[in-house]
């Protein structure tokens, strides 16, 4: 064999082996638990946040990672600030929570799968006898780059799911 085939071999070894090294360091280290039906017992909530009358309940997710630059923390602030301002007596009684969820910690894993979450992402769910009956991903929040344009979006869709 002529030495650059066998250099190309080996440098296309080495390649293919780094890979698989990659790939199997990794990997997950056990199968991320599926929650078949999302209740509110499997919701983010503590215990002590959820409602003991709350027949129906909307909750308004942000989901993030480890890692949040200056808009990610801002969409939070002002999707928070929206529904504190805006939604005090559904609050109150305890009808509407805000809670923001790191993906990243072993206990959150599921929500990625979930709600198929790719990146910080704002949801919006809406729980009946404390089941899960709808959602939506609220994308749009990354499309304004107002605050007032980010809030109206907000409020619009929590406004939609207390009504339903």
């Not at 215990?47 to 942000?62: F, G, M, Q, R, T």
């Not at 504190?84 to 009808?95: C, L, P, S, T, V």
Request: charged share 30%; aromatic share 12%.
């Amino acid at each position: 064999m002529k030495p650059k085939k066998v250099l190309g071999f080996f440098l296309l070894a080495y390649v293919v082996f780094s890979l698989f090294a990659v790939i199997v360091k990794n990997r997950p280290k056990e199968p991320i638990k599926r929650n078949p039906e999302r209740t509110l017992s499997n919701a983010g909530l503590k215990e002590s946040e959820i409602p003991h009358d709350a027949k129906n309940l909307v909750i308004v997710y942000y989901f993030h990672g480890y890692r949040r630059c200056y808009s990610c923390l801002e969409a939070e602030r002002v999707a928070r600030e929206t529904v504190q301002r805006y939604f005090k007596d559904e609050i109150a009684k305890g009808r509407l929570r805000f809670v923001s969820i790191n993906v990243e910690e072993p206990e959150n894993e599921h929500f990625i799968h979930d709600y198929q979450i790719t990146a910080q992402t704002l949801v919006v769910a809406k729980f009946v006898n404390g089941r899960q009956v709808d959602y939506r991903k609220v994308d749009e929040i990354w499309m304004f780059p107002s605050t007032e344009d980010r809030a109206n979006v907000v409020r619009e869709v929590v406004s939609k799911f207390l009504k339903e």
